[in-house]
């Protein structure tokens, strides 16, 4: 599913944040909304005042001195009730929230402070703190009902330094019975005023997504293309568990990190206990890894002895640990019960062959960019057959 699209941008410079209402409303009911007109639709000379902005597929005649992005590209993914920002600079249209998705994000900076060779959201050197943290708080405040579960995600979120902390006391405010998952790579946290200042602002419903790679400095710091990532990780493990932070552990599974990924589950049953989750996770074909491919791929299939293998070890000792972004047919049955749906509904797709599975319900699919890159084990099995 499309999260973008484009137009030519009239009346405005500024970003503007707003909720699309795909039919006419009374006036006291559009100061947070933008009229979506479809293809065919036009204003016939209604009036728009009041509204955030006008979003239009065809080329609109009327002279408005409202906002308005006409001529879209493409606007058939664009529903009543999504949240959007309009850029005025480009005519970029994107999409922020789907109300009837499952998974929800909140992206809040391009900028990280590690390069990883595996990355899916290739980082960018541009102060984009301010905006960003703007447009997250006006999102923020127009999100209702709160969803469950939300990930709050960039690049690495804690280089917005107060901007952040900001961003989840609203958070706490707005929707506080929602989980909170900050995908971060820990490194701030080794520090333990930060750590402190973390904990300070008693969110109990928040929890840290923190990738560890190998449990040789080296092997890490190489993924990540950041000297001394591995020491400062491990540290801001520590650190967020002394001062009562929830922490989930990451591993990315690839050509790198499973030669050591027994050692790995060894390391972190010796070593970081408090961890309350630890998940397994498939490689993204985007961002930084087509470009890195010989390096890092290996075929599912071919890795399972190493996966079954870490997986059993972490699980007979009590340790919480799923499998992520794996299809079912390419995982051993005895796997299957740690595997999890946890590819988000519009980066998610099946393979024609998919549609003749019988475990199609129970399997997470693939990323839609795995079209150029997955397994050569993808088949439709029978459940009946593998039990």
């Known amino acids: 599913m499309r999260l973008t699209t484009t137009g030519v941008a009239r009346n405005f410079n500024q970003s503007v944040v707003g909720i699309l209402a795909a039919q006419y409303l009374p006036p006291d009911k559009r100061t947070e909304r933008i009229l979506l007109l479809r293809a065919g639709e036009t204003l016939h000379g209604q009036d728009v005042s009041r509204y955030r902005a006008v979003l239009s597929h065809d080329e609109l005649q009327d002279a408005l001195s409202a906002p308005y992005v006409h001529r879209l590209r493409e606007s058939d993914h664009l529903k009543d009730g999504d949240i959007v920002v309009l850029e005025g600079n480009s005519g970029l249209v994107r999409s922020l929230y789907r109300p009837y998705e499952l998974h929800h994000h909140l992206f809040v900076t391009e900028r990280c402070n590690s390069n990883c060779l595996m990355c899916s959201q290739p980082p960018k050197d541009r102060d984009d703190v301010g905006a960003l943290t703007e447009r997250n708080l006006e999102l923020i405040r127009l999100i209702a009902p709160a969803p469950p579960y939300l990930t709050i995600t960039g690049g690495e979120p804690t280089l917005l330094g107060d901007h952040l902390f900001a961003l989840i006391a609203q958070l706490k405010r707005s929707m506080p019975d929602t989980e909170l998952h900050l995908l ?35 092997a890490h710091d190489y993924v990540v293309q950041a000297k001394g990532a591995f020491d400062q990780t491990v540290a801001g493990l520590h650190q ?33 206990t408090f961890a309350e989750h630890i998940a397994l996770m498939g490689l993204e074909y985007t961002g930084y890894t087509p470009r890195n491919i010989e390096a890092l791929w290996i075929d599912p299939y071919d890795y399972q002895n190493e996966l079954e293998e870490a997986v059993e070890y972490l699980a007979m000792r009590t340790m919480n640990v799923s499998i992520y972004n794996h299809q079912l047919c390419v995982l051993r049955p005895s796997l299957w019960k740690y595997a999890r749906k946890s590819i988000s509904d519009w980066k998610m797709l099946y393979l024609p062959e998919c549609e003749r599975c019988s475990a199609l319900p129970a399997c997470g699919g693939l990323f839609q960019w795995a079209v150029k890159k997955h397994s050569d084990h993808i088949h439709a099995i029978s459940l009946a057959a593998s039990r």
């Open 184 to 218: 971060t790579n820990g490194r701030t946290f080794a520090w333990p005023d930060y750590a402190r200042r973390f904990a300070a602002l008693e969110h109990s419903k928040i929890s840290l997504g923190i990738p560890l790679y190998s449990d040789f400095a080296g």
């Open 240 to 272: 967020a568990a002394r001062n009562g932070i929830r922490v989930e552990i990451r591993v990315v599974l690839h050509k790198l990190t499973i030669p050591r990924l027994t050692k790995l589950a060894e390391y972190i049953y010796r070593n970081l």
